[in-house]
């Protein structure tokens, strides 16, 4: 199976070079503390805002800190962040659309009108609004973006089990006697999961990109620790000075971004079955 | 038709007592709540004092009660007072929302202007070299954080070249000038926020447009118009994008709460005094009034537009009016 689909995957050149970079940023995440030339916190007044040169490629701050080594350490921030709060998402997503898509009737109509309202808030909004009340930080923005961000995948799931439960297998399984818990997990989540993947992979493009903007407002991972986000606030608070303060941190997000979208693009081409007998 | 408005208007009523309850909950789920806010400041505040904002605000009686207060008020559009300045928190709402409508149709119509055009003629020419230049547009649209593309904008047009102001509606002059004056000063202004907030929509909007053509170029009523030997143009225009068409209306109906959201942003960086703004400024001096009223005046701004956008569905789409 997966090996069908590496197969449909690799033909797409764009999204294996996407993947590529998404790894080589796991990797830099990872050893941030080899690879940084020097501390991401370390303050030298001496160097305020100085432009990029050979001791520090990407220029410094307006605290003298060095900005690539913020950068290597920022790109954990986004990481996190993407990958918790897509979690979050997925887990609830798909939950709550296997109950819908599942059980139908009443159930179905009450959960997709809960989608409904939810989908009606503004989600920056929402966001701000729960931030205003718990203190700001990286843990609080992966749960808030988790929290309003699960609607589309259970539309997705539940769209995906009100086809499934009518298939013959479902009916064999429950012939069999299989219970309500055991249709839902071992049966039918598993093959409603290709789109949940695909979903996933853009969901976490998407949470990349609202973190970054939560943290350049303020509202996000906290200085001293750094994230690109509000790398990108000193940015604009300097912004007639120091121009590489807004150029770099702002090309790393849209090339991580930029890779997550185009493997999610790749993933949707190798996981559509109707693109899979078209081919042969 | 009309019992499809009805039943569609019917519908909103549910959802909106939805959007308060969940409103409603965010906010009272806080640790503390309102009253420590006001309390914090001064640490001399006695426990009599706290008692007595208490009762000020309800919040000695059960949740239930207060929220049926609260709704009862709400109705009425009582949104309570702002905890910053003593306003009432409907009228610094309603000063507000024009500014934030105007910038959101306005990029709402740029959208639409750019958009269809770029996704009919990439679905036209499919596999051209304009076709994938769009689609390579599309993918960095999506991808670009739109306040980074903004503070490069202001560093280009603002500060190196000064073409463009950088903050704010108008000029400080303003009051000096003549009509035309004031209102080329207004464009000026505009033009970096409305073109930044339609961005990543122009890139949404044009992709699905393209889908959209292709699939309708395909059908067989598209081959007859052909066969009965029409200008391709007239092919294009009266026959297949008139249907392609209308899917459209409604994904522009659900890009609403992005316009809305995103105005918190281009608001907050460019200085623009709207609603976007005034919800940043409220949750960042936790001003629960003004943050209960802006969350559910935007929640039901979106459904509005959803509305709005089902309505013109139903409008140019019959099979819609006449099911169920």
């Known amino acids: ?32 503390p ?12 001496y160097n305020v805002l100085s432009p990029p040169s050979s001791n520090h490629p990407f220029g410094t701050d307006e605290l003298g800190r060095d900005l690539l080594s913020r950068m290597i350490w920022g790109s954990r921030a986004s990481l996190k962040v993407g990958f918790i709060a897509v979690g979050i998402a997925i887990s609830i ?62 539309r997705l799931v539940r769209a995906e089990f009100l086809t499934l439960k009518e298939r013959d297998f479902i009916a064999a399984a429950q012939a069999l006697g299989a219970s309500d818990p055991r249709l839902i997990f071992r049966h039918i989540i598993p093959n409603a999961l290709s789109p949940v993947f695909v979903a996933a992979t853009f969901g976490i493009a998407g949470a990349i990109l609202t973190e970054s903007g939560l943290s350049f407002l303020g509202l996000g ?39 997550y979208n185009l493997v999610g693009e790749g993933l949707r081409d190798a996981l559509d079955p109707r693109l899979w007998t078209s081919e042969k | 038709m009309l019992s499809y408005a009805l039943k569609r208007l019917l519908l909103m009523i549910p959802l909106t007592f939805g959007i308060t309850l ?98 009919v003629l ?3 020419k499919q596999y051209s070299i304009f076709d994938k230049l769009t689609t390579v547009f599309v993918f960095l649209g999506f991808s670009t954080p739109t306040f980074w593309l903004a503070l490069i904008l202001m560093i ?65 009523y598209v081959r007859t118009a052909r066969a009965k030997g029409l200008k391709e143009s007239d092919v294009i225009i009266r026959h297949a994008l008139r249907n392609a068409l209308m899917p459209v209306v409604t994904i522009l109906g659900l890009s609403v709460p992005g316009l809305i959201g995103g105005s918190v942003i281009f608001e907050t960086i460019f200085a623009i005094p709207g609603m976007g703004q005034l919800f940043y400024a409220s949750a960042m001096s936790r001003d629960y009034p003004t943050i209960m009223g802006i969350l559910v005046i935007g929640a039901v701004l979106t459904l509005i537009g959803n509305l709005i956008a089902d309505m013109s569905y139903a409008l140019v789409d019959p099979r819609i009016r006449v099911r169920k």
């Open chain 2, 22 to 119: 969940i409103t409603f909950t965010v906010i009272h789920l806080a640790p503390g709540g309102p009253v420590e806010v006001e309390t914090e400041m001064s640490l001399k505040a006695s426990a009599q004092a706290r008692e007595n904002l208490k009762k000020l605000y309800g919040l000695d009686k059960p949740l239930h009660v207060q929220y049926f207060d609260w709704l009862k008020r709400f109705v009425k559009l009582d949104f309570g007072i702002s905890f910053v300045d003593g306003k009432k928190v409907f009228d610094k709402i309603k000063e507000r929302i024009p500014v934030t409508l105007t910038i959101n149709l306005l990029s709402l119509i740029l959208i639409m202007a750019i958009a269809i055009p770029i996704g």
């Open chain 1, 1 to 32: 199976m997966f090996r069908i689909i590496w197969h449909r995957f690799k033909k797409n050149p764009l999204s294996v070079a996407g993947l590529a970079i998404i790894l080589s940023l796991a990797a830099i995440a990872l050893f941030a």
């Open chain 2, 156 to 220: 280009i047009f603002g500060v190196s070249l000064g073409l463009l102001p950088i903050s704010g509606i108008q000029s400080i002059d303003v009051s000096g000038m003549g009509f035309i004056d004031r209102l080329a000063d207004w464009i000026k202004h505009l033009i970096l926020p409305v073109g930044l907030s339609a961005f990543g929509g122009i890139a949404g909007l044009s992709r699905y447009s393209r889908s959209s053509m292709l699939e309708v170029i395909r059908q067989d």
């Open chain 1, 34 to 45: 080899v690879l940084s030339p020097h501390e991401p916190t370390k303050i030298d007044v």
């Open chain 1, 93 to 154: 997503g798909t939950m709550l659309g296997a109950i819908a898509g599942y059980y139908g009737g009443k159930i179905d109509a009450l959960l997709m009108r809960f989608v409904d309202i939810m989908l009606a808030f503004p989600t920056f909004f929402l966001i701000l609004a729960v931030i205003a009340i718990v203190e700001p930080s990286i843990s609080t923005i992966m749960i808030i973006i988790g929290l309003t961000g699960w609607m589309d995948v259970s």
């Open chain 1, 221 to 259: 991972v906290q200085p001293p620790e750094p994230s690109w986000g509000n790398i990108l606030t000193s940015g604009k608070d300097n912004i007639t000075v120091a121009w590489w303060l807004s150029l770099f941190p702002g090309i790393a997000i849209l090339i991580t971004v930029l890779s």
């Open chain 2, 122 to 124: 990439s679905a036209t």
